[in-house]
């Protein structure tokens, strides 16, 4: 089954940076849509970042040009490197995959998901 395991949170400055993993198992077609979404306390989760099989990426407004997200394909393992970091970066990020079809938005397109990682700026 898909499996998807999220670590690298933590608390940094405002200006400092942090290295977000999603270790993903549980399928072996490198044709997948993998997205990074955050939750701030009391509100809904918004996509961050997201990467599409072929290779193409899209950001959110909010941390264009300071989010980048990657991939391993050897460490079956989804990064998102986030600098410039601001206190309203704050939330619990969450990494999400979609098999075979399509790189959507909504959370709701997407079937699996990780736990989840805090991240807090301040």
């Known amino acids: 089954h898909v499996q998807l395991v999220e670590s690298g949170g933590g608390s940094v400055q405002p200006g400092g940076s942090l290295r977000l993993s999603c270790a993903h198992s549980?399928?072996?077609?490198?044709?997948?849509?993998m997205a990074w979404f955050r939750q701030q306390p009391g509100k809904g989760r918004e996509g961050a970042a997201a990467l599409d099989a072929d290779g193409s990426t899209s950001y959110a407004d909010s941390v264009k040009g300071r989010f980048t997200i990657s991939k391993d394909n050897v460490k079956n393992t989804v990064y998102l490197q986030m600098n410039s970091l601001k206190p309203e970066d704050t939330a619990k990020y969450y990494c999400?995959?979609?098999?075979?079809?399509?790189?959507?938005?909504?959370?709701?397109?997407?079937?699996?998901w990780g736990q989840g990682t805090q991240v807090t700026v301040s």
């Open positions: 549980g399928f072996t077609d490198n044709h997948y849509c």
């Open positions: 999400a995959v979609r098999l075979n079809t399509g790189c959507p938005t909504r959370p709701a397109d997407f079937p699996y």
